[in-house]
């Protein structure tokens, strides 16, 4: 069972996910016990099958994790790319939505987001596949401080040092953030977006259009 193709309207919509029954429990059970405190036992169990029936489907709790995974990082990059498209020729507002898109996705799907954390159980080739493709967004983000800093709007010393930085900022997110909690998705977004502005020393408010 694979992740069902999700189509993204605009990058600040988030429509339910779709995800096939193996996946949607494995996503509940390693956020509710973790990757380690889950067993193929207790998967089969919550999905209704037996456990040869599930390694059908994958070859076992790593692939599923792998899955999860790369659908949620590419989910992502593809959310960055459009908001960044939407930003046009202004370095200002690129970054902006660059961010936002970042925020609003991890408030949205805070539970695929927070999977991060769990990379360390992969083998070190998943490790390095997942790395490489994670790597996108961190090399756009440079790419947009760099373009800011050329163009005299940002003032940054240590460009990838940010950059780290502001992913760090934007992931940890995953972590505390309820949907039903005290702030939404756009509040959390117009207030980590105006801290990372003032991360890299923008002076001026993005002119949106």
């Not at 990757?35 to 059908?56: E, I, K, M, Q």
Request: hydrophobic share 40%; aromatic share 8%.
């Amino acid at each position: 069972m694979t992740v069902l193709p999700q189509t993204t309207t605009t990058w600040r919509e988030f429509e339910p996910m779709q995800l096939g029954p193996i996946l949607g429990n494995a996503l509940d059970a390693f956020h509710e016990n973790g990757f380690h405190g889950t067993t193929v036992r207790d998967l089969a169990r919550r999905v209704g099958v037996t456990v040869p029936a599930l390694y059908y489907h994958h070859e076992n709790k790593e692939a599923m994790l792998v899955a999860l995974l790369e659908s949620a990082v590419r989910n992502l990059i593809d959310r960055c790319r459009a908001a960044v498209t939407e930003g046009g020729d202004d370095p200002v507002l690129r970054f902006s939505y660059f961010y936002e898109a970042v925020v609003l996705n991890m408030t949205h799907r805070a539970r695929p987001s927070a999977l991060d954390s769990e990379v360390r159980h992969l083998s070190p080739e998943n490790r390095r596949n997942y790395a490489a493709v994670r790597k996108e967004i961190e090399l756009m983000l440079v790419d947009l401080v760099s373009d800011g800093v050329d163009r005299g709007v940002f003032v940054v010393d240590d460009i990838p040092e940010t950059v780290r930085a502001l992913l760090g900022m934007g992931q940890s997110i995953a972590r505390w953030f309820q949907l039903d909690g005290p702030l939404t998705p756009d509040e959390v977004a117009a207030s980590y977006t105006a801290i990372a502005l003032r991360v890299v020393g923008c002076q001026e408010s993005p002119h949106h259009p």
